[in-house]
């Protein structure tokens, strides 16, 4: 099984609701990310888990709040966002975070989020 | 401070040609580097990496990239071009001799292969 499953695949909320992204992989990966995608952009990374610790927050807006109730889940927490945050939400895993076997990210389908 | 610079926006080929999807990348250590496909509206899927050993490196559905060292490149390259081939790609690079967690994308090149 070499798959990162996101739910859900579409999500359109208010400026004041509360929803959650769902991602979930069974490849035994110590590290899981979250990335945001705006149209024609490349990834940008939002998080970084590692061993189920927050490694790395890339100074982003408290209105995300990530968490990784064990090794094989990732949520993204959402709150009060705003128009501007609707884009692509890519969840990934990889082996570890770095070394000598470091290995490639996969990459879920994502999650549409339109904020209305 | 790590970094990749595809220079290309848009790459056109014929189907049957061949193809190149050009990547240069920064680093202060040793580089992993990685090439990811995205079809509309879906995720990134992995195409080929190089870690260390053999400069020519090939992947998924036909593709390879060749590491250059003294260039500081990682072009992608396809003998011969499919209408399927038609996507976004992003060439990624982890800095691992910086001890760097975080994998760089470049900007990304569409590529549209012209039946």
């Known amino acids: 099984d070499t798959e990162v499953t996101q739910t859900p695949k579409h999500l359109v909320m208010g400026m004041t609701n509360k929803k959650s992204l769902k991602c979930e992989q069974h490849?035994?990966?110590?590290?899981m990310y979250w990335y945001k995608q705006k149209a024609k952009k490349p990834p940008e990374l939002m998080f970084v888990?590692?061993?189920?610790?927050?490694?790395i927050n890339e100074s982003v807006p408290s209105r995300f709040s990530p968490e990784c109730p064990n090794s094989s889940l990732l949520n993204l927490h959402l709150h009060a966002l705003q128009p501007e945050d609707s884009a692509l939400y890519l969840c990934?895993?990889?082996?570890?975070?770095?070394?000598?076997?470091?290995?490639?990210?996969?990459f879920g389908q994502g999650t549409r989020l339109t904020v209305v | 401070a790590q970094s990749v610079a595809q220079p290309e926006d848009q790459v056109n080929v014929a189907e049957g040609n061949p193809l190149t999807v050009k990547c240069t990348y920064s680093?202060?250590?040793?580089?992993?580097l990685f090439w990811y496909v995205q079809y509309p509206n879906r995720g990134l899927q992995f195409l080929l990496k190089?870690?260390?050993?053999?400069?020519l490196v090939k992947g998924s559905y036909g593709f390879e990239a060749e590491f250059n060292k003294s260039q500081t490149s990682f072009h992608l390259k396809k003998p011969s071009a499919l209408v399927s081939d038609s996507a976004l790609y992003f060439c990624?690079?982890?800095?691992?001799?910086?001890?760097?967690?975080?994998?760089?994308f470049g900007k990304g090149t569409k590529l549209s292969v012209i039946p």
């Open positions: 990934a895993s990889s082996q570890d975070l770095g070394g000598p076997m470091s290995t490639e990210a996969f």
């Open positions: 490849m035994g990966h110590r590290a």
């Open positions: 888990y590692s061993y189920e610790k927050l490694s």
């Open positions: 680093v202060s250590g040793n580089p992993y």
């Open positions: 190089y870690i260390t050993g053999d400069n």
């Open positions: 990624a690079v982890r800095d691992y001799g910086a001890g760097s967690y975080q994998l760089t």
